[in-house]
């Protein structure tokens, strides 16, 4: 990927300043500052590649979100007002999306400070585009959006988050978007595809009456035949979509090897699929879907996952390669040694619920030191467009504050990175080892 930014020759050999002070055992505050805001600006400057969102090509139009209603109602903010309102959820759910932004507005910007990570979120994103969030004016945010055009937009929006390429999350069992690869368009090369299966794996024999439906001779059984058709139908969409990896989210007691239908479908199926075609398998660990339905899509839960079934995964198959994230901050150390022993293990971002700085900053730097440079830190999940200005703006700080110590450390043994590495450090960060993964 082309991520690195435009560095001065002279600026390329120079070592940071400082290094060990005379005492040799610690550095200078002036040296420590002169670092951290060096890696500031490099961590500030350098593309990312976002490798897991909701987002959509804009060739999907009204699939891809974007503005202030729908900022508002993302479903991160729509768990948060419904524990400070007694609204009843249906009453909550039958309103149109403006009322149920002025909802979300009046409770957790107005009657309430907006502290959240999720609300504090909506406001870096404004402010970065230059609207004034301390009149409180919602109409005014309103009739700025409203006067935006897409496409002048999704530009913007990419290149304050500094975004240059990122994945969208498909799915052919989604009825919106599957019409729309079915007609065909011309794609937004920024915008990459993966595939997402969830419903092969965790909701059969319902997808299988579907993928029968579509002209698969598949049975409720997963008979050989059945399998072979399930991977026709793999073949057709990772080809379709140009998928860049297999996706699928799974609950924390999913098992492997097991007597289930999901163990037999991974095994016989996506497993082999994604060897033939050199592609990676996503798998977020530990969400339990619904756990209060009347949240919709804000009603899912956490649990701690049983990570044998990743060891099984890991070291059954090593001619498949397996990107994870957990949902669990308590599964993170686990994980981490886990991704120690096994190099077709690549783990990634902090899903959701660990999508908060006091724990991406925990986990960052657990990785970092338990495993160098050899994984992506972060994705942004972002559904709505505007998000991506936040999410980034918001994890480029916390990844800069945790470089500067680990790189500080680095100092102190009389090491002297030069900006060159660093900069060669934070891309792989951003996007590199993600790519270098894939491709491996
Ligand atoms: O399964 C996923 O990809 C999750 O990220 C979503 O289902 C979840 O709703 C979300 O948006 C989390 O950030
Ligand atoms: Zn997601």
Not at 3 to 15: G, I, Q, T, W
Not at 52 to 80: C, K, M, Q, S
Not at 384 to 411: N, P
Request: aromatic share 10%.
């Amino acid at each position: 990927m082309n991520s690195a930014r435009k560095v001065n020759p002279r600026e390329r050999r120079a070592s940071l300043p400082g290094g060990l002070p005379a005492s040799g055992s610690t550095r200078s505050d002036a040296s420590r500052r002169a670092l951290a805001r060096q890696i500031e600006r490099l961590v500030g400057t350098t593309p990312v590649f976002d490798i897991h969102t909701h987002l959509y090509d804009p060739a999907f139009r009204a699939l891809l979100l974007w503005g202030i209603d729908d900022l508002l109602v993302y479903h991160y903010l729509t768990a948060e007002v419904l524990r400070q309102t007694d609204v009843p959820y249906d009453r909550f759910w039958s309103l149109p999306k403006a009322r149920q932004a002025d909802l979300i507005w009046e409770q957790l910007f107005v009657r309430h400070s907006p502290v959240s990570e999720a609300c504090r979120g909506v406001l870096t994103s404004l402010n970065a585009l230059g609207l004034d969030v301390r009149k409180r004016d919602l109409p005014a945010l309103r009739r700025w959006f409203a006067a935006q055009d897409l496409n002048t937009y999704l530009d913007r929006c990419l290149a304050l988050a500094g975004v240059e390429r990122l994945c969208m999350t498909n799915s052919p069992f989604d009825d919106a978007e599957r019409p729309v690869w079915e007609r065909g368009f011309r794609r937004d090369a920024r915008f990459l595809a993966a595939l997402r299966i969830d419903p092969l794996v965790v909701a059969w024999p319902d997808a299988g009456a579907q993928l029968a439906a579509w002209g698969y001779g598949v049975s409720r059984s997963l008979s050989a035949q059945t399998l072979r058709e399930v991977r026709r139908f793999l073949e057709v969409w990772t080809g379709r979509i140009d998928a860049q990896y297999l996706m699928v989210s799974l609950p924390p007691d999913f098992a492997i090897p097991a007597r289930t239908g999901a163990s037999q479908m991974f095994e016989r199926a996506v497993l082999p699929h994604c060897r033939d075609h050199g592609l990676p398998l996503a798998l977020m660990l530990g969400v339990k879907r619904a756990v209060n339905p009347e949240l919709r899509l804000a009603g899912d839960g956490v649990g701690r996952s049983d990570l044998r079934a990743l060891e099984f995964l890991c070291a059954a198959y090593p001619r498949n390669k397996f990107l994870v994230t957990v949902l669990s901050r308590e599964n993170q150390h686990e994980l981490c040694v886990l991704a120690r022993k096994f190099r077709n293990l690549h783990l990634f971002g902090c899903w959701w619920f660990t999508n908060v700085p006091s724990v991406i900053d925990e986990i960052t730097r657990l990785r970092l030191e338990l495993l160098g440079l050899s994984f992506t830190p972060q994705h942004s999940d972002a559904r709505v467009l505007d998000q991506l200005i936040y999410k980034w703006t918001h994890f480029r700080r916390i990844l800069a504050g945790a470089l500067t110590d680990q790189y500080s450390d680095l100092c102190a043994t009389g090491w002297e990175p030069t900006v060159d590495e660093i900069q060669r450090d934070v891309s792989d960060l951003l996007g590199g080892a993600f790519v270098r993964f894939c491709r491996g």
